[in-house]
């Protein structure tokens, strides 16, 4: 059997990992966002959504972390 605390170091490492993926994800297209070749309203909206989809992902998850952490 694996060790509980070899089990958490995996699951701490793997969310870090997670979250820096998360990040260069997201620096990624708005790179892209801003290199590409279309008019400057569709890189606002293009920019606009992409924001409120990050935001919405990060209030979610957001409350489902909260919740957990008050059920113990």
Known sequence: MVEKET????????IQ????FAVIGVALMYLYVAIAD????????WAS???LGVAFTFLVIWTFARDISRQR
């Not at 958490?8 to 490492?13: D, G, Y």
């Open 7 to 14: 089990a958490v170091q995996v699951s701490k490492m793997s």
């Open 17 to 20: 990992l997670a979250g820096v």
């Open 38 to 45: 279309v008019p400057e309203t569709t890189k606002l909206l």
């Open 49 to 51: 959504g992409l924001s």
